[in-house]
């Protein structure tokens, strides 16, 4: 978990997300061709941290990605993935513009879309 501390102190050393660190991100969370729970988790912890900065918008662009390629590996989100997904977009108490967007892409690609994602309107 040392990987991920040093990377997340340097990526937010100026509190915001560049285009060079999202490189540098795309790069290190599809090393291994997919996205896992840590890496998931982690994109959330970066989000919640950068959230309604001036972060480049090629962050957003990752975030969406990532997350909905974790959570659509099998084409729906199911009711764990759903009380995942819940738990991190209320973990800040507030949903962000990158967090819908996340919302509305998964809607529009889950073959399965819970009732309790349905947040926005």
Do not use: C
């Not at 915001?16 to 291994?32: T, W």
């Not at 199911?78 to 509305?104: F, M, N, P, Y």
């Amino acid at each position: 978990m040392s990987k991920w501390h040093e990377l997340k102190k340097s990526i937010l050393a100026d509190g915001v997300i560049d285009e060079a660190e999202v490189k540098q991100l795309r790069e290190v969370l599809y090393a291994d061709g997919k996205i896992d729970r840590d890496e998931a988790d982690f994109l959330f912890e970066l989000n919640d941290a950068v959230s309604g900065k001036a972060n480049h918008s090629s962050w957003e662009t990752l975030f969406v990605e990532a997350i909905s390629a974790y959570l659509l590996e099998d084409g729906i989100v199911d009711d764990e993935e759903a009380k995942w997904l819940l738990s991190k977009i209320q973990g800040d108490g507030r949903l962000d513009k990158i967090e819908k967007a996340l919302l509305v892409n998964l809607k529009s690609k889950a073959k399965k879309f819970p009732a309790t994602l349905d947040l926005v309107k």
